[in-house]
């Protein structure tokens, strides 16, 4: 009952927004230690990155990326339960000029709706203006790619997935 309810509430809010900048915050898994980080951690301005792999592929189920400043923090965090912290020693991933270009578009969603992204690895955004995301597949499941904004997924995703397995191998 409760994943029908979510699936209404998912479907009017997909429907009545543009996919870009809905507000993905209940989208995300290991919500409430993602939250006490933001609210512990970035209480100002900051930019947000969550990486959440398919639910078994890997020893995580999120990645936070926190970006204040020139500062990039992340947070490896497996079923609500930090596992590790540190610190990135590059701003790659937030200096990528084109990420307004990656996130799903209304254009895009030929489904209607948002199934649940554990089927697939995701990257979601936020900032204080926007939030949005997009697949870390090669053929996405839960929209059609345009390929004018593909690319651009492509090219940030190569960004991303580098940090990643340098956190991931460290």
Same mark, same amino acid.
């Given at each position: 009952? !409760? ?5 209404? @509430?998912? =479907? =009017? ?32 301005? !900051?930019? &947000? &990155? ?14 936070? @990326? ?16 930090? &596992? ?15 990420? @307004? ?9 030929? &489904? !209607? =709706? ?57």
């Amino acid at each position: 009952m !409760k994943t029908i309810k979510v699936l209404i @509430l998912l =479907f =009017f809010t997909v429907n009545v927004y543009s996919q870009k900048y809905i507000s993905v915050s209940n989208w995300y898994a290991d919500k409430k230690s993602i939250n006490k980080i933001v609210k512990d951690y970035a209480k100002e301005e !900051k930019k &947000l &990155l969550i990486y959440q792999p398919s639910l078994e592929t890997l020893d995580f189920t999120s990645l936070l @990326l926190v970006s204040k400043g020139k500062s990039v923090r992340f947070w490896k965090i497996k079923n609500d339960t930090i &596992l590790n912290t540190g610190k990135i020693r590059n701003d790659s991933i937030f200096s990528y000029r084109h990420f @307004l270009k990656t996130g799903v578009r209304v254009t895009e969603d030929k &489904l !209607k =709706f948002v199934p649940p992204l554990s089927c697939c690895n995701i990257i979601i955004y936020i900032d204080s203006k926007r939030s949005f995301y997009f697949e870390d597949e090669n053929t996405p499941v839960t929209y059609s790619p345009d390929e004018n904004y593909q690319k651009y997924r492509i090219e940030w995703r190569k960004i991303i997935k580098n940090e990643i397995e340098g956190i991931i191998n460290n």
